[in-house]
């Protein structure tokens, strides 16, 4: 009993899985980012305390010029520096930029972690889509190479007519009974059915399109139905 399934069947069946496996690289990236949102909003909150600390850096270093230059003066003329509002108010902003970086920090480990396997998924989902569409992409060819296989039995069967028509006009003007006239133009026809034979074959190629390839694998990647025409 032959269970081999028809080629039609197979390739339907494979479009199918092929939209099974782009619905799951799709469901992969969503949960991908929903993973990796909170990671991203960790970081940024441990660069927002590492701008801080910059900052604060750069407000102590005034404060320090200042507070020295008036030490240095052995009579200063006017009250010692007192820390600037902007100063006060970074070293506010830092302790908390601070206090918020080490507990996400501590959080981050653990959801990097999970991003990273989420992104792992991704890439195995989208491993497995691409094998499907490979094979899809087999199916297509094979369908092509049929409707070629179809054009070139046409293409013998009126090459085969043309020869048949030369062969004929050749043994009429060859036949004992055929007036010489007539050979001569029988002659003249075979010639032109020739001519109109070899100019058919130099007919001008179609120009192919060298990125239709390209853009229908592009398309399967996130449709099953796309064919390549």
């Known amino acids: 009993m032959n269970t081999t399934q028809p080629a039609s069947t197979a390739a339907s069946e494979r479009r199918q899985r092929l939209s099974g496996a782009?619905?799951?690289?799709?469901?992969?990236?969503?949960?991908?980012?929903?993973?990796?949102?909170?990671?991203?909003?960790?970081?940024?909150?441990?660069?927002?305390?590492?701008?801080a600390t910059r900052d604060l850096t750069r407000l102590r270093e005034i404060d320090d010029a200042e507070l020295a230059e008036w030490l240095a003066s052995p009579c200063p003329t006017t009250?010692?520096?007192?820390?600037?509002?902007?100063?006060?108010?970074?070293?506010?902003?830092?302790?908390?930029?601070?206090?918020?970086?080490?507990?996400?920090?501590?959080a981050l480990e653990g959801l990097e972690r999970a991003a990273s396997e989420a992104a792992d998924r991704v890439r195995q989902a989208a491993m497995a889509?691409?094998?499907?569409?490979?094979?899809?992409?087999?199916?297509?060819?094979?369908?092509?190479?049929?409707?070629?296989?179809?054009?070139?039995?046409?293409?013998?069967?009126?090459?085969?007519?043309?020869?048949?028509?030369?062969?004929a006009l050749e043994h009429l003007a060859d036949a004992s009974n055929t007036p010489v006239a007539i050979q001569s133009v029988a002659l003249g026809v075979a010639a032109d059915v020739r001519q109109i034979w070899r100019?058919?074959?130099?007919?001008?190629?179609?120009?192919?399109?060298?990125?239709?390839?390209?853009?229908?694998?592009?398309?399967?990647?996130?449709?099953?139905?796309?064919?390549f025409n």
């Open 129 to 167: 889509r691409d094998e499907i569409a490979l094979m899809v992409v087999r199916d297509e060819a094979r369908e092509i190479g049929q409707r070629l296989l179809g054009m070139l039995n046409e293409v013998v069967i009126v090459e085969a007519s043309l020869a048949a028509l030369i062969t």
């Open 22 to 51: 782009i619905t799951a690289v799709n469901a992969a990236a969503e949960a991908s980012q929903q993973v990796a949102r909170p990671a991203i909003r960790l970081s940024e909150i441990l660069k927002a305390a590492e701008t």
């Open 79 to 106: 009250p010692r520096p007192e820390p600037t509002p902007a100063l006060l108010a970074a070293e506010d902003f830092a302790r908390r930029a601070d206090r918020d970086a080490r507990a996400a920090k501590a």
């Open 199 to 227: 100019e058919a074959r130099a007919a001008p190629e179609a120009l192919a399109d060298a990125d239709a390839a390209s853009r229908f694998l592009n398309r399967l990647r996130s449709d099953a139905t796309a064919k």
